[in-house]
């Protein structure tokens, strides 16, 4: 996990009357990750067509690199809804982002003059021979449209 950048834990639903729903305005719900807070929700608003207050379909929590344990070979997610609550959840997914190695612009271009170089010793006049055949193809075909 030395490349990553971010983990983040997704909780959606993707039926429309789904979600965290209570009966009861400001119930509490729990998001634990390995038995430990990452976010706590309220069902403050009213669900849309519902009679019931609730919260949106799908939850993110931006979870602490620090404090997950890589070697673990498993992590637990736990969803805790306060009585009269219920959650209809449809997919639990935790997301890496890792950092992307770029190559330097400077290493193409000298990786390709030592290419072009190297081609050129060993083909010399037959390999410029060859790219103008295959740049008067292309020539060709782009006339015939």
């Given at each position: 996990m030395k490349s990553a950048i971010e983990l983040t834990l997704r909780i959606s639903a993707f039926r429309y009357h789904a979600g965290l729903h209570s009966n009861k305005k400001h119930n509490r719900a729990s998001v634990l990750f390995d038995g430990q807070l990452v976010q706590e929700l309220f069902t403050d608003s009213r669900m849309p067509n519902g009679i019931d207050y609730g919260f949106d379909r799908e939850i993110t929590c931006r979870l602490n690199l620090v404090n997950?344990?890589?070697t673990k070979p498993e992590h637990t997610v736990r969803l805790e809804v306060a009585e009269a609550s219920l959650w209809d959840v449809d997919e639990i997914r935790v997301e890496l982002t890792t950092k992307r190695k770029r190559v330097r612009e400077w290493v193409l271009v000298l990786?390709?003059?030592v290419a072009g170089t190297l081609?050129?010793?060993?083909?010399?006049?037959s390999l410029q021979d060859?790219?103008?055949?295959?740049?008067?193809v292309v020539q060709h075909l782009g006339s015939c449209r």
């Open positions: 997950v344990d890589a990786s390709s003059l081609l050129d010793a060993a083909f010399g006049k060859w790219f103008a055949l295959v740049w008067k």
